[in-house]
C-alpha cells in the first residue's frame, strides 16, 4: 500500500489556493531531474543521496531542491536525533555549488532527466516555491519513511501518479534491514549499532514503494517507471561526476571477532573467582546498559523501527540491580531465580535463532553464549562447588 507524506499533500493543497501561477513561468527549454549521489564516508551519507534539479536555458535557471538539509547547530541536536525529533529541510542552491560539495567528497552524481510535459514541468516547480517558503521548509524525519528520497518520490507520486512497475513475488520481497546491509559491509561497527538499536519494524518485508527511501533503489524505480499513457519517466540519462572516494576496508578488529574475544575473556575470568566477580559486574553492567538504551528508544523515541525490540532479551536493564545486589559468587533468593531466568532466555534465543521475526547481528551470538555461562553459574550458586575444574581453580 502506498503512503504518501501528509506534508506534501497539504503542500499540494496549500499551493493551489495560494501560490498557483505566481511563481515564474519556466520556458519549454526547462527541465526537473533527478539527482542520485554515491554512498560517502560519514554514516549520514553512506546510504546516498537524491536530490531535484530544475534547469531553464531561457532565464539561467540552474537549481537544486535539496531535502536532506540539516544543522549541527541544532540546540540538542543529538538528543532530537535520539528521539526522532529532529527537523530537516529542504534547501535550495545553485547546481554548481552542489557539484563542488561533492566532488570534494569523490562522491558520484548521476542524473535523470524526466520525461514532462510543460504542464507537468510548471506544476513540479510550483509545489516546489510553495514548499520553499519560509515555514513550509521543514520536516520531521523518518529515516525509513520520511526522508530526502521518499520527499521526492512522493511528489512524483502525487504530481505524476506513474506507473512503478510489478510488486515482486513475496519470497524475494527484502526487509528494511536486508535492504542497508550492502551499504554497511564496509562500516561493521556500523551495522553492529545500527542492529542492535533497530527492532520489528526493520525486519517487515518491504514492498517496491518503500524501497525507495533509498536513493539507489529509488534511482532504478524511476528508470522503470513509465506515466499512465506509457511514455517513459525518465527521458535521458548522465552521469555529471564520476566516483572517485573509495571505502577503507575494515580492520581485522570487527565486532565479530571482538565479541569472541569478549567470550574467550569471559572464559579465562573464570580461573580465579575474585576475577570472575570483577569481570562479570563489568559484563552484566555493559549489557544492562545497552539494554537500557534500547528501552529508552522503544518507550521514549518517535523513530517507529526502534520499537519491539528483541535484543531486550539478552540485554536485560534488570542486570544493573541485581549484579550488585547480594552475594554474587553464591547468590541466594531472588537474585539466584534471576539468573535462572536469564540464562533460560539467553538458551532459548540460541537454540531458535533462526526462526525469530527479528534478525540478530552474527556478533550476538558469543555475547549471548557468554551470558548463558556466566547466568548458568550464578543461577546454581552451589555450581562452584559441583564443577570439579571450577573447584580447583578458586
Given at each position: 500500500m502506498k503512503k504518501v507524506s501528509l506534508f506534501v499533500l497539504l503542500i499540494l493543497l496549500l499551493g493551489q489556493v495560494t501560490?498557483?501561477?505566481?511563481?515564474?513561468?519556466?520556458?519549454s527549454r526547462a527541465r526537473i531531474s533527478l539527482l542520485t549521489a554515491t554512498p560517502g564516508d560519514e554514516l549520514y551519507a553512506v546510504f546516498g543521496h537524491s536530490a531535484l534539479r530544475v534547469t531553464d536555458p531561457e532565464t539561467g535557471l540552474d537549481e537544486v531542491y535539496n531535502y536532506g538539509t540539516f544543522d549541527f547547530d541544532t540546540p540538542n541536536f543529538y538528543l532530537k536525533f535520539v528521539r526522532g525529533q529532529l527537523l530537516y529541510k529542504l534547501s535550495v542552491v545553485p547546481h554548481e555549488y552542489f557539484l563542488l560539495e561533492y566532488r570534494y567528497e569523490g562522491r558520484g552524481i548521476s542524473e535523470q532527466v524526466l520525461n514532462l510535459s510543460q504542464e507537468e514541468l510548471q506544476r513540479i516547480y510550483d509545489f516546489l516555491q510553495?514548499?520553499?517558503q519560509p515555514g513550509n521548509e521543514y520536516y520531521l524525519y523518518d529515516f525509513f519513511y520520511d526522508n530526502c528520497a521518499t520527499r521526492i518520490r512522493d511528489i512524483a507520486e502525487v504530481q505524476l501518479q506513474p506507473d512503478w512497475g510489478e510488486e515482486p513475488v513475496p519470497e524475494f520481497s527484502r526487509s528494511f534491514r536486508?535492504?542497508?546491509?550492502?551499504?554497511?559491509?564496509?562500516?561493521?561497527?556500523?551495522?553492529?549499532?545500527?542492529?542492535?538499536?533497530?527492532?520489528?519494524?526493520?525486519?517487515?518485508?518491504?514492498?517496491?514503494?518503500?524501497?525507495?527511501?533509498?536513493?539507489?533503489?529509488?534511482?532504478?524505480?524511476?528508470?522503470q517507471a513509465r506515466h499512465n499513457n506509457g511514455r517513459p519517466l525518465v527521458?535521458?540519462?548522465?552521469?555529471?561526476?564520476?566516483?572517485?572516494?573509495?571505502?577503507?576496508?575494515?580492520?581485522?578488529?570487527?565486532?565479530?571477532?571482538?565479541?569472541?574475544?569478549?567470550?574467550?575473556?569471559?572464559?579465562?575470568?573464570?580461573?580465579?573467582?575474585?576475577?570472575?566477580?570483577?569481570?562479570?559486574?563489568?559484563?552484566?553492567?555493559?549489557?544492562?546498559?545497552?539494554?537500557?538504551?534500547?528501552?529508552?528508544?522503544?518507550?521514549?523515541?518517535d523513530h517507529e523501527s526502534t520499537k519491539g525490540n528483541l535484543n531486550l532479551l539478552w540485554a536485560l536493564p534488570t542486570h544493573l540491580y541485581f549484579i550488585f545486589k547480594g552475594n554474587m559468587i553464591y547468590p541466594i533468593g531472588i537474585p539466584r531465580h534471576?539468573?535462572?531466568?536469564?540464562?533460560?532466555?539467553?538458551?532459548?534465543?540460541?537454540?531458535?535463532?533462526?526462526?525469530?521475526?527479528?534478525?540478530?547481528?552474527?556478533?550476538?551470538?558469543?555475547?549471548?553464549?557468554?551470558?548463558?555461562?556466566?547466568?548458568?553459574?550464578y543461577g546454581h550458586g552451589d555450581a562452584w562447588k559441583r564443577i570439579p575444574l571450577l573447584r580447583r581453580m578458586r
Open positions: 501560490a498557483f501561477g505566481n511563481s515564474p513561468e519556466l520556458s510553495v514548499n520553499r536486508d535492504l542497508l546491509k550492502p551499504y554497511l559491509q564496509y562500516k561493521p561497527w556500523a551495522r553492529f549499532g545500527i542492529d542492535l538499536v533497530l527492532g520489528l519494524p526493520a525486519d517487515r518485508k518491504a514492498t517496491p514503494w518503500h524501497y525507495m527511501f533509498l536513493p539507489d533503489e529509488m534511482f532504478l524505480a524511476f528508470a527521458e535521458r540519462y548522465s552521469l555529471l561526476l564520476e566516483q572517485t572516494f573509495e571505502p577503507a576496508k575494515p580492520g581485522f578488529f570487527e565486532p565479530v571477532a571482538a565479541g569472541w574475544l569478549l567470550f574467550l575473556l569471559g572464559l579465562l575470568s573464570l580461573l580465579k573467582i575474585r576475577i570472575a566477580r570483577v569481570f562479570d559486574k563489568f559484563f552484566f553492567s555493559l549489557l544492562g546498559a545497552i539494554g537500557l538504551v534500547i528501552l529508552l528508544l522503544w518507550f521514549f523515541s534471576y539468573f535462572k531466568v536469564v540464562f533460560l532466555l539467553n538458551l532459548m534465543l540460541l537454540l531458535f535463532w533462526p526462526i525469530w521475526p527479528q534478525a540478530f547481528h552474527p556478533a550476538f551470538v558469543p555475547i549471548i553464549l557468554l551470558s548463558a555461562v556466566k547466568s548458568f553459574l
